[in-house]
């Protein structure tokens, strides 16, 4: 079997909380927090691939918590899910918190399953040019090596 994308939801109300985890805990390893500060801890101790966080919260919005993450988890994809449609919050988010989607509750499970796996899929595909792009890398470094040693021959016989 494999292994279940990993996904942590923010929200500061714990019914929306449980409502998401029922709903995709067949698809995703969901993790829940109620705060930021709460999120920041799962995150420190979870290889988390996918973020959606509520935006209107006490102590620290969902774009503010996505600032924070920024540094130390560059690569997870981000999504804000919110009852406002702010369009100041949703430009700062864009732009300071690198998110994919701004999606506005309710969601409805099937296309919100579709944004999550298409958020996922984006993932995946980083991931895995992250990883041809060290092999070439290495690739590259290797060929370099058989031209010098070929070159450092050839003068050998001039």
């Known amino acids: 079997m494999t292994e279940k994308y990993k996904i942590l939801y923010v929200d500061d109300e714990e019914s ?10 067949r698809d995703y390893e969901v993790f829940t927090a109620i705060s930021g500060l709460e999120a920041i801890e799962v995150l420190k101790l979870n290889p988390i691939q996918l973020i959606i966080t509520d935006q209107k919260m006490p102590e ?13 988890h560059p690569d997870v994809i981000r999504i804000i899910l919110t009852g406002f449609s702010d369009i100041e919050a949703i430009v700062r988010a864009v732009n300071k918190a690198n ?9 409805n499970r099937e296309d919100f399953k579709i944004i999550i796996d298409e958020a996922l899929t984006l993932f995946q595909y980083r991931a895995n040019k992250d990883v041809r792009i ?25």
Request: charged share 35%; glycine share 2%; net charge positive.
């Open 16 to 25: 929306n909380l449980r409502i998401f985890k029922m709903t995709f805990k």
């Open 60 to 72: 620290m919005t969902g774009t503010e918590f996505l600032e924070k993450t920024l540094p130390d």
């Open 99 to 107: 998110i994919y989607k701004y999606v506005t509750k309710p969601w």
């Open 134 to 158: 060290s092999f070439l890398e290495k690739e590259n470094e290797d060929l370099r090596t058989q031209i010098a040693v070929l070159k450092e021959e050839l003068n050998k016989y001039r």
